[in-house]
């Protein structure tokens, strides 16, 4: 599989790379620094690539708190085009593998799949264990990853540059992380490499590397056929409580083998009447809500926007995009009240003429 590595450099792929990299994002600082010598700049990449004298840049950091507090590591443009240059080649290779269940940064998937879903399976079972990780990114250990994708890629160089990427992400989120001690763990345990910067494409598709085994485990072994995973939220249905109730302790145990554990507290066994908390929403069989704190938190953000508009800080084009981005989202539950109360309450004013 030495052709690998060979397609990740390609001039096509690399050229495919950035203008996915760079999509709307063309008029943004390093983005556009980047595209006013693209061709030369992709040349010394890939020549970087072939010579193995690459090394990724070093993240910049933020931190965003909708909807919860999370630290973002944005990349380098240059190894952005990286990482889509490598998931464009070695993606297709896992995708086939993946269960149908799995909705996080997936073609054809997504969140308002994930609900759909798990509203057809809340009219079908009366019970649900819904479970989250905890730390989710963080957590995810580098050995046990690099071994996962061993599996899979035979090819040396390529499985340098997923290293090298790897590597880049160690103790970005360390001051994240909580140390959790497994059965077997020395002292030395807690200096294991782990964690993927939230903000890397290959952190969203390694995700789904890494927790393919737990979902394969979940279908095959336990047998449970009413299943699904979003990034670290994952829900298993049923007409059995007890069972459900084992079932939780099985996937403890086989979570300890991936060096994960799950809010063991927050995992209930619940009839699905009573509402299943889920990316947002609160799904019911017949029905669907948005969670109070999602509309808190977008009207402070309205608010917010409308103040910066009110002052010229943002523009009209800016306001309205923010505005239907979230309509886009909340429409796929029933928020129409909801919206005519809030923007009653909140009007958009119009465009400022020029």
């Known amino acids: 599989m030495a052709e690998l590595f060979d397609a990740v450099i390609e001039w096509d792929n690399l050229w ?57 590591s944005a990349a380098p443009f240059r190894d952005r085009v990286v990482h889509h240059a490598l998931c464009q080649v070695i993606e297709p290779l896992f995708e086939a593998s993946f269960i149908a269940d799995s909705y996080a940064n997936r073609r054809g998937k997504g969140t308002h799949r994930a609900l759909d879903r798990l509203q057809h399976h809340a009219r079908r079972y009366r019970y649900v264990l819904r479970a989250d990780i905890v730390q989710h990114f963080p957590s995810l250990d580098h050995d046990l990853l690099r071994g996962k994708l061993a599996r899979v890629v035979d090819d040396p160089d390529l499985l340098w540059l997923a290293g090298l990427i790897l590597d880049s992400g160690v103790g970005v989120l360390a001051d994240e992380y909580s140390p959790v001690y497994f059965p077997g763990d020395d002292l030395l345990a807690a200096c294991r490499p782990r964690g993927l910067p939230i903000g890397n494409l290959t952190s969203q598709f390694w995700s789904n590397v890494y927790l393919d085994d737990f979902d394969w485990f979940v279908q095959r072994q336990l047998g449970c056929g009413a299943y699904l995973r979003y990034v670290d939220d994952f829900a298993l249905f049923g007409d059995d409580r007890k069972t459900l109730w084992q079932w939780k302790e099985a996937l403890i145990a086989r979570l300890e083998q991936e060096r994960l554990t799950i809010h063991a507290s927050e995992a209930q066994v619940l009839p699905t009447h009573c509402g299943i908390p889920w990316l947002g929403f609160v799904v019911y069989p017949t029905h669907r809500l948005l969670k109070r704190r999602n509309a808190v938190n977008f009207t402070r953000r309205l608010s917010g926007n409308l103040d910066a508009y009110g002052a010229g800080s943002i523009s009209f084009a800016e306001l309205d995009a923010s505005v239907r981005g979230w309509i886009n989202h909340v429409r796929y539950a029933d928020t129409w009240g909801l919206r005519k109360h809030l923007f009653a309450a909140h009007p958009i004013p119009g465009r400022r003429a020029k």
């Open 16 to 72: 495919q790379a950035f203008a996915v990299a760079a999509r709307g994002k063309r008029r943004k600082g390093s983005a556009a620094a980047f595209e006013q010598q693209v061709a030369d700049r992709l040349v010394t990449v890939q020549d970087e690539l072939r010579s193995r004298s690459y090394r990724p840049g070093a993240y910049r950091h933020f931190f965003i708190h909708e909807p919860k507090r999370r630290k973002i």
